[in-house]
């Protein structure tokens, strides 16, 4: 196996794995570019991974092929509502960010699985019978080199996880409402001064990393695992949390941390039957992510500012 | 009411809460409360055997509780407890199976191997907080996760490609013949004084000595701290690792008492993140941590009845779990509402 074609073979799986850490990563760019730590993006992931196979297995009958594009949007409401918990927690009640998030975690593990026994009897769902296909991408997929690599084989959801985080680029950095979201963050006085509703932006900001989460959970569940059990979302929320401060709070920034993760990924997963990496022990790979983002934090990628006022509690009238 | 009264009403407040959201979500999904909860108390007392299952269920959540605890007083948050508890796990599992040594030497030696484990898995973030300020809680997510795939493949590794890594001496052993027999032969073992005497370790750490009191300080003000002429950075460094060595011995008490060996794990053991719930539940005193430790532990080993006994699913109490965090979180709301009762009380 030449180069080329390991590189042909991997950056598919790469990408693959890529697309439901881009989506979460920029739902946590979301939210604490809004003030509010979202430590449990991981539990939204689940809820979301739960209802997007749910759904899948609940209505492949009605609606055929569309079906994981629908479960998507339901995975979306519903991790979306699921994180207003955490808007709740951290807004309006004031509670420590990390320790709500914690039990965010907690809880959407928890119901996830009592809903599974409960609905299926049995500890995991079935397969899901309408998944995420690879398909070509037409006209991308004839350029020479890249076409095979990036546009052959290729899931669409990957496609949609790329457009989001240019989409969210756009909307933090060049309208208002981006601009009010990330004043929020930085120095809520000033914006309540300057008459921005500082709960209502960390309310809104929440439950979009929820939305997107539960995207990403529903991607993840119907095109990689395929079914939904207790270690289906096995630390992807967090890496995808990684991937934000690696990224620098920034929704490319994210993209790109979340790519390189996802080639982490594929390696420890494919990397056993390509020549030279499968020399390397799987833990390496395995622990790869963790180690660079600790590498990362501790400076060899510059300083990265996290927004001031992350993870504080807005108390109007306190200085 | 007096601080004090409300203080320890929160956490209070939140466990019937959360007790009452289990009742309501076992009603709604079509379960018999009254039943479950049955059950779940059956779980915990039924009989000397069950007593004794949830005693050593509660062990290494002491430890966990006093990790995550220790690390809240110096001002820290360690959700790391997770990954130094699993790296405590194997150190004393490996010590245990390794050696061959005379039981006075070895189980010590076993048990010190776990607490240095989790100590260094402590000092890392500790010292990454200290010297670069990245945030402990990032680092220790990671931390993790490192811990959880590299003791995987230490223990494939140390047992030729194996999910286990056997059993350990004997001469390492927690094991009591002596409770095993006071509870009809549960897996109980000496590890409770272990927990129970580390409480006492971190109350006289943190009360009666000055490098406690200076922990404590720079947990309520690293400024004023250092202006008193305290080293900051050391004290995190020394926090950090503390926490993890609690967090350490709590892996020994797996391997060396309950399970006797390590093995491959398909993810986290869960025992850190409910050391989280048991700290917060204990307002971070080591008696609080015992309570909560005793709530939790009893809870989580309880569960394990209610699918056989009531045909509900055991994670009903993780749900319970999570909803008495979130609660204990948000104790600003139940003060506030704990306040507004009073006053009404007084203008009557």
Redesign the interface.
Known sequence: MNFLEILYFLVPVAIAYAAPLILTAIGGVFSERSGVVNIGLEGLMVVGAFIGVYFNLTFADTFGALTPWMALLAAMVVAGIFSLLHAVASVTFRADQVVSGVAINLLAVAICLFLVKKIYGKGQTDFVQERFLRDGIPYLEKIPFLGPMFFQNVYWTSVLAIGIAILAWVVLYYTPFGLRLRAVGEHPMAADTMGINVSRMRYIAVMISGGLAGIGGAIYSQSISQDFGHSTINGQGFMALAAMIFGKWHPLGAMGAALFFGIAQALSIVGSSLPYIKEIPSVFLLILPYVLTILALAGFIGKANAPKASGVPYIKGKR | MSNRIINLLVPVISVILGLLVGAI?MYV??YDPIEGYAALWDGIFGDAYTIGETIRQITPYILAGLAVAFAFRTGL?N?GVEGQLIVGWFAAAYVGIAVDLPKFIHLPLAILAAAAAGALWGFIPGL?KA??K??E???T???N??AL??S??LIRTISNGGDNSGPIHPSASLRSEFLENMTDFSRLHYGILIALAMVLVMWLILEKTTKGFELKSVGLNQHASEYAGMNVNKNIILAMSISGAFAGLGGAMEALGTFEFASVK??FTGIG?DG?AVA?LGANTPLGVIFGAALFGSLKYGATNMPNAANI?E??V??I???I??F??????IRLFIERLSKKKGAK
């Open positions: 979500v999904s079509g948050f959700i990454l010297r670069f990245v945030h809680v990032i680092v997510i990671m931390m996760y490192v795939h590299t995987n493949a398909g993810g993140f989280i917060l699913p994670e009903i993780s749900i779990i999570a909803i965090i979130f204990v979180a948000s104790g600003y709301v």
